[in-house]
């Protein structure tokens, strides 16, 4: 379903939104499933037990060859009861009060690649000179990955998220990527680090509770998507505001704003744009409609987050909106575990670009930039600024 607006769903899908909230698609290679588009159906879907996010399970949308390789075995593909103790594990790396702790490491990353920016003299592509370093230093940091290694990471990223790559190309760069942190995982068995793989290493792939294919999944997970989402929205996410002044400029005069506009952006924008996927296990009827087991679910999050009977007005950008409740990161025992420290790293970029160079401004017309509109992650490939 093409978009008209880049910044806004595509007409199509808030149509359904509107007049068939549930419904049939088709997707690329023939499959059909039933496309979720209200707030209220998509939370109850993303918090049933009857519906699995195994992308094994008979039914199961798949809405891309290389998405379908890429997710199976992962985490956020993994069902309760072995997500859950894998999830357990994991947890205490990823709360609030502990990732918060990263906020001054982010803020002094973002200072100084805002020095390389003014250093190097505008024109300069945002995306490549920020928005991505930002979140890959901070996930290689506490991964305890080199970052010296990106530009293979970011090939990966690119295969397995880009919408383009075949299921053959995209298992020849898992089978790299598992290699890769397969021995990464090993070395830090034998000699313990500070970081989250190693955490997990000397705690519980030691203690047998988990191992190292387990942990290599988590990894690949945790690296790909850490990074990939967190980069298109601080790119996308300023690009909007430039879109629209009125509230950028809120912005700039009542900085205290950053937060709320943060999760404004993410409900407005809602970048994993293809949804959560799961098939039902049991039969199940959501909003009157009886969906049976077998039957693939999409879960249109884009849409559900511009659903009026959850957000008012909600097509209008407004940064003052009490936003939290969006279903950006998802809902459920699946919604996103590095959600906080993506809050951070947006709050930071946005805070910090605004205050050091408030006169930020795409360097080329709007209709130059090269949208992702095939990527399970939406964003831009590349934006150029000057100040």
């Known amino acids: 379903m093409p978009r008209v607006s880049p910044f806004d769903p595509p007409p199509k899908v808030l149509e359904l939104l509107e007049n068939q909230p549930i419904s049939r698609v088709t997707l690329w290679n023939g499959q059909e499933s039933w496309l979720v588009t209200g707030y209220d159906d998509v939370k109850a879907v993303l918090q049933s037990k009857a519906f699995s996010s195994d992308v094994t399970k008979p039914g199961y949308p798949k809405v891309s060859a290389s998405?379908?390789?890429?997710?199976?075995?992962?985490?956020?593909?993994?069902?309760?009861?072995?997500?859950?103790?894998?999830?357990?594990?994991?947890?205490?790396?990823?709360?609030?009060?502990?990732?918060?702790?990263?906020?001054?490491?982010?803020?002094?990353?973002?200072?100084?690649?805002?020095?390389?920016?003014?250093?190097?003299?505008?024109?300069?592509?945002?995306?490549?000179?920020?928005?991505?370093?930002?979140?890959?230093?901070?996930?290689?940091?506490?991964?305890?990955?080199?970052?010296?290694?990106?530009?293979f990471f970011v090939t990966c990223a690119e295969t397995f998220l880009g919408g383009t790559a075949s299921a053959e190309e995209t298992k020849a760069a898992a089978?790299?990527?598992?290699?890769?942190?397969?021995?990464?995982?090993?070395?830090?068995?034998?000699?313990?680090?500070d970081d989250v793989l190693g955490y997990m290493a000397s705690v519980h792939v030691a203690s047998g509770a988990c191992s190292v294919a387990a942990l290599i999944t988590i990894a690949q997970l945790i690296l790909i998507a850490g990074f990939d989402t967190t980069a298109n929205m601080i790119s996308l996410g300023l690009l909007t505001l430039m879109q629209h002044p009125e509230q950028l400029q809120a912005l700039k005069d009542d900085p205290s704003l950053i937060p709320s506009a943060a999760e404004e952006l993410l409900r407005f924008l809602t970048i994993t744009h293809r949804g959560r996927h799961k098939a039902a296990v049991e039969d199940i009827t959501i909003g009157g409609q009886l969906i049976r087991a077998g039957e693939g679910v999409i879960c249109a999050q884009d849409a559900a987050n511009r659903d009026p009977s959850a957000f008012a007005n909600p097509n209008d950008l407004d940064v003052r909106r009490d936003a939290r409740g969006h279903l950006a990161f998802g809902h459920g025992v699946h919604q996103c575990i590095g959600a906080a420290l993506a809050r951070i790293e947006l709050q930071v970029a946005y805070e910090t670009l605004l205050r050091r160079l408030p006169n930020l401004a795409l360097a080329v017309p709007l209709e130059e930039i090269d949208f992702k509109h095939e990527a399970a992650v939406y964003g831009l490939r590349a934006m150029p600024v000057t100040w």
């Open 67 to 151: 998405l379908a390789t890429f997710t199976e075995g992962l985490l956020n593909h993994m069902d309760p009861p072995e997500h859950d103790e894998y999830r357990r594990m994991l947890a205490p790396e990823f709360m609030v009060k502990r990732v918060e702790r990263l906020r001054p490491e982010v803020q002094q990353i973002v200072d100084e690649l805002i020095d390389g920016m003014i250093d190097h003299g505008a024109p300069v592509d945002l995306v490549e000179a920020l928005a991505f370093p930002v979140p890959a230093r901070v996930t290689c940091a506490m991964l305890g990955i080199p970052f010296e290694d990106q530009e």
């Open 175 to 193: 089978q790299d990527l598992h290699r890769y942190l397969g021995e990464l995982i090993e070395a830090k068995v034998k000699d313990p680090t």
